[in-house]
């Protein structure tokens, strides 16, 4: 099994920045994405990245605020998170997926313990 370990989050000011890291311990490289989920939510796809960086997705609330990134040849990604909005408040969780880029849920199988983020 793959263990998934989060770093970052906290609190921010509305139009501020936060940085989240996360980083795997898969010995392949895995497709990684960053979820996040508020109370009374459902979990939703922030990011993903493929495997070797070059294709992303992301939610059409965050794009061209958040940016996914990955280190070559690694399981470690990062989530740069600029112009925060009060609506981004969430706990966000990375993930790990085996066989695709992909927003869907199911698709992840393994899943880091969240950092939480607020932004008033």
């Known amino acids: 099994h793959v263990q998934l370990v989060e770093s970052g989050g906290g609190s921010a000011q509305a139009g501020g920045s936060q940085r989240l890291s996360c980083s795997a311990s898969a010995d392949a490289l895995m497709y990684m994405a960053w979820f996040r989920q508020a109370p009374g939510q459902k979990r939703e796809a922030v990011a993903a990245?493929?495997?070797?960086?070059?294709?992303?997705m992301y939610l059409d609330s965050v794009k061209g605020r958040f940016t996914i990134s990955r280190e070559s040849g690694k399981n470690t990604v990062h989530l740069q998170m600029n112009s925060l909005k009060p609506e981004d408040t969430a706990m966000y969780y990375c993930a790990a997926a085996q066989y695709r880029c992909t927003v869907v849920v199911g698709d992840y199988i393994y899943w880091g313990q969240g950092t939480q983020v607020t932004v008033s």
């Open positions: 990245i493929s495997t070797g960086g070059s294709s992303t």
